[in-house]
Each structure stands twice: as C-alpha cells, then as structure tokens.
C-alpha cells in the first residue's frame, strides 16, 4: 500500500515486532508500506486524525504529491456567509440594541 505519513510513526505486527518505520526523511513522501501494519492500533489511530493517508485516488495522490500537507476536503472549514452592504451593518446593529434591553 502507499502511504503518506506527516509524522513520524513505528508500527508493530500482533507480536509487537516491529515491521514498518517512518523515519524523518520519508516523512511527507509516498512510501511502500507493507500491509501488516494495519494490524497496529497507531495506524488507525493515525488514519482517523488525519496524519496519515493511504489512497488509490489518482486525483487525490497527485494532490498531494504537490502539497504533502494539503488536508482532504472533509476536514476543510466550511466558508460561512458573511452579510455584505448596509442590510448586514443594519442588522448588527439592531442586534447590538436587542443585547442591550
């Protein structure tokens, strides 16, 4: 499996032997990960707080092979509207003035 660490991780197999290392210099690069560390808590530790990525993604891999730490767009900050012109001073206002009373 390729696999994409931003954090340096030592995965051990059901033994506690360990089979897989991301040492500091394979850190943000796509790497051949043997399939048994899946079997490490760490690894779905790390799969679900987003510091690792495991992907088939075409679009995704090429993503982020131009920028390691790009975040999915699941965990991107949706964009809140913000009023715009004088209705949206207007209304902040009378928002003030109903915190007031």
């Given amino acids: 499996m390729l696999l994409l660490s931003r954090v340096c991780a030592e995965f051990h197999d059901r033994t506690g032997a360990a089979v897989f290392t991301v040492t500091p210099r ?13 079997e490490d808590p760490l690894f779905e530790m790390l799969l679900n707080d987003r510091s690792i990525e495991v992907t088939e993604e075409k679009a995704r891999r090429k993503q982020l092979e131009n920028d390691p730490e790009l975040p999915d767009a699941s965990c991107r900050p949706e964009q809140s509207e913000k009023p715009s012109g004088a209705s949206g001073a207007r209304k902040t206002a009378a928002e003030k003035k109903e915190n007031r009373t």
């Fill in 26 to 38: 394979s850190r943000l690069t796509f790497v051949e990960a043997p399939e048994s560390i899946r």
